[in-house]
């Protein structure tokens, strides 16, 4: 090659290189055209022009530059105004899911996200997004909001003349005087056609029915037959049902085999511990019929289930005072009523003619304030105010979260509790529970 063409050649490459480096000197930098991006938009919705600004905001957010966080912005209003056409609503639920992921985000974006689902009446996604944000940000207004709305339940519609306490998943409810079994959310599981049931346990319930005492499983079939002539029995937990035979209560299994021992009365097993009366005393006995407490007092506290032990602790009666005890050492304080300890929270004491709350060391967590008040169970307690009951939560200091709309109300279990209305007695059920947020 001749050494002018070589020149020329080699010219040219620089010129070429000189033009690639003046263009990528003026080019505009990411936050330049995402900037322009976002200003053409927002001219476009200031005349109402979403549909067309959308994908100019969607490119802009795709950049990783400084104006990322007005772009988004300015498309989540743009969805917020197309949402009720087809795709928005997803385009804007997962620009907020991808904006609550990041390790940056803040507690007014979780608040927003809330705030959303709220008004799309999907209280569980606002409970969930709520837990999420607390757990992330610790925030005390995201906490505020998700007490203000945890609580919100549902009326069942169903209305039964008599009920129990729930114990466990399920509850003992009567129509036409006959007694049956529902879930705790009072669905009917077991027809009421039984003159009497116990709890429903291990997968198994003692019923009363023409004069016969036997056993059926959660399908109604007969399982066991007593063949003893028992005239009454109690509550069938941790394998032990009382029976109470020629005048005593004596203990069997589910398979109606007695045991030697006999008592005076008794009540329901719990934990391992029952109360049974002995020589015109109570005290408090375990399976092995070790007693806890010596059967030394004028009563135990039991619920309407003969439950007495709850968080190893105990209340006994001597006089006019109660007294606690915690695995069987008495504590100081007296009290003038009592209940027993539930499966979690505080148990409800009475003193000085009004209730309060203690955890299991006699501090008083929740003041005396309270004309009647059960034991928590799921964090919330049934209190009386007035003639009516409503809930309070472990964490509301002795402020309604349910209102006292009702005439009478039990404890919660599952999400659900049973309370008294102008219908006869219907189940409440926490949304956030029967959503699957849980609780």
């Not at 476009?44 to 957010?61: F, N, R, S």
């Not at 009497?196 to 399982?223: C, F, H, L, W």
Request: with cysteine.
């Amino acid at each position: 090659m001749k050494l002018g063409n070589r020149i020329l050649i080699g010219s040219g490459c620089l010129a070429l290189l000189l033009i690639s480096w003046i263009v990528v000197i003026r080019a505009p930098s990411d936050a330049e055209t995402q900037l322009a991006l976002v200003e053409q938009a927002q001219a476009l919705m200031a005349d109402k022009i979403y549909i067309h600004a959308v994908p100019l905001l969607e490119e802009a957010a795709g950049y990783d530059a400084a104006h990322t966080s007005a772009a988004e912005a300015a498309l989540k209003e743009a969805y917020l105004q197309l949402i009720d056409q087809q795709g928005y609503r997803r385009k804007f639920v997962a620009l907020l899911e991808a904006q609550m992921s990041r390790k940056d985000a803040t507690p007014e974006l979780f608040i927003e996200a809330a705030n959303f689902y709220l008004n799309e009446s999907k209280l569980a996604n606002t409970l969930t997004v709520l837990k999420q944000g607390i757990a992330k940000t610790g925030s005390a207004d995201l906490i505020k909001l998700y007490e203000q709305n945890r609580y919100i339940y549902q009326l069942g519609r169903i209305a039964y003349e008599n009920v129990t306490e729930i114990c466990g998943t399920t509850i003992g409810v009567q129509l036409n005087g006959l007694w049956g079994l529902a879930l705790s959310d009072g669905s009917l599981i077991i027809n009421c056609e039984y003159e009497k049931i116990s709890t429903y346990n291990r997968g198994r319930m003692v019923v009363q029915k023409n004069n016969e005492i036997y056993a059926i499983d959660s399908s109604g079939n007969r399982i066991a037959l007593l063949k003893e002539r028992a005239t009454d029995f109690g509550n069938y937990v941790n394998d032990r049902i009382p029976l109470l035979i020629d005048g005593v209560w004596r203990r069997a299994t589910g398979e109606f085999l007695l045991g030697s021992a006999s008592f005076e009365q008794i009540g329901t097993y719990w934990d391992g511990y029952v109360a049974a009366k002995e020589g015109g005393k109570w005290g408090v006995v375990d399976l092995e019929l070790n007693w806890l407490l010596a059967p030394e007092y004028d009563e135990i506290i039991m619920d309407e289930l003969g439950r007495s032990c709850g968080q190893d602790a105990v209340f006994a009666r001597k006089g006019n005072s109660i007294y606690l005890f915690v695995n069987g050492v008495q504590l100081d304080d007296t009290y003038e009523d009592a209940h027993p300890f539930g499966v979690e929270g505080y148990a409800a004491v009475k003193k000085h003619g009004k209730w309060g709350f203690i955890d299991t060391s006699g501090i008083v967590q929740i003041a005396y304030q309270f004309e009647d008040a059960l034991s928590f169970g799921q964090h919330l307690a049934a209190v009386r105010q007035g003639e009516s009951w409503g809930y309070i939560s472990l964490f509301s200091e002795g402020r309604l979260v349910i209102e006292a709309d009702f005439l009478q109300a039990k404890s919660f279990a599952n999400g659900s509790a049973p309370v008294l209305t102008d219908r006869g007695w219907q189940f409440i059920t926490l949304l956030e529970f029967k959503k699957g947020a849980g609780l």
